[in-house]
């Protein structure tokens, strides 16, 4: 709905992205998208985010703390800097450097989830679950320009320092304005693996839907990992650029927000491999 105001006036998609994905950034509810997002094995809440606009301007930042938004120091590495990806206590600096405030991420809820998994420390994401809930954002905007935004805090109680997908460009989120933009959610190690994102842009450019692209992508990773993809969820979300929009899963349960001139903000669940 945020994103929907910035495209409604005629704004750019790179704000409407922008715009989106800090509603669940800010919202201490959402356990693993900014503040309240689970931590890791050491009670740290680290995030990864990253954007993309029409002209392949990129940005990112990995495993980050203490910032509430993310995907807008994301931007400003893209837009102030002459890289594209910026870790850890560096991230932090430029942040701070840049004027981003400094909190605690960590809520009461959170805090009091993790130290009941300590009691037994172990880690095994289940499929839909809180682990899975990173927000991938791909829009369209009057001028016919494209851009995307992804942000997480990663898997809850991983190892500190672990990166999925999510702020690397290519895998959990790619923007082609000849052609459309793909994003990622899941286990991110195997997005990277096979360049999710990227690689459901090129199968859209070789000719097929946004629908077919993803629905390739998935069945890419199960063919790579058989045993594996059973037990794990990824999913794909590609619009293409005449609006054309497509998902795809592994398991059933993943869902993706929808809006355009004619659709009022409806939720849908995208079909899966495995029923």
Not at 88 to 112: C, M, P, R, V
Request: with cysteine.
């Amino acid at each position: 709905a945020e994103a929907w105001k910035v495209l409604a006036a005629g704004g750019r998609a790179l704000d409407a992205v922008e715009k989106g994905v800090q509603v669940p950034e800010g919202d201490p509810l959402e356990t693993s998208v900014g503040y309240g997002g689970l931590p890791d094995r050491d009670g740290r809440v680290t995030l990864d985010s990253c954007i993309m606009d029409e002209a392949a301007n990129c940005g990112a930042v990995a495993c980050l703390e203490h910032i509430m938004h993310p995907i807008s120091v994301a931007r400003r590495v893209m837009e102030k800097t002459p890289h594209v990806l910026l870790v850890g206590d560096g991230a932090l600096q430029f942040a701070l450097a840049q004027g981003f405030k400094k909190e605690n991420l960590l809520t009461a809820a959170s805090e009091k989830a993790w130290r009941e998994w300590l009691k037994k420390a172990e880690y095994k994401p289940i499929a839909n679950i809180e682990n899975h809930d990173t927000i991938g954002m791909v829009a369209l905007d009057q001028q016919q320009n494209m851009s995307g935004a992804c942000t997480t805090s990663g898997m809850a109680y991983k190892i500190h320092g672990r990166v999925g997908d999510s702020p690397i460009i290519g895998a959990g989120l790619f923007v082609d304005n000849e052609i459309g933009a793909a994003t990622s959610t899941g286990v991110g190690e195997e997005v990277i693996r096979i360049c999710g994102s990227h690689l459901v842009v090129e199968l859209m450019r070789q000719g097929n839907s946004p629908q077919e692209a993803c629905e390739l992508a998935v069945k890419r990773i199960v063919k790579n990992q058989p045993k594996k993809s059973r037990e794990m969820q990824i999913g794909f979300l590609a619009l293409s650029k005449n609006g054309a929009v497509g998902a795809y899963a592994l398991q059933k349960g993943f869902t993706y927000a929808l809006q355009t001139p004619e659709i009022k903000n409806q939720l849908f669940e995208a079909k899966s491999y495995y029923a």
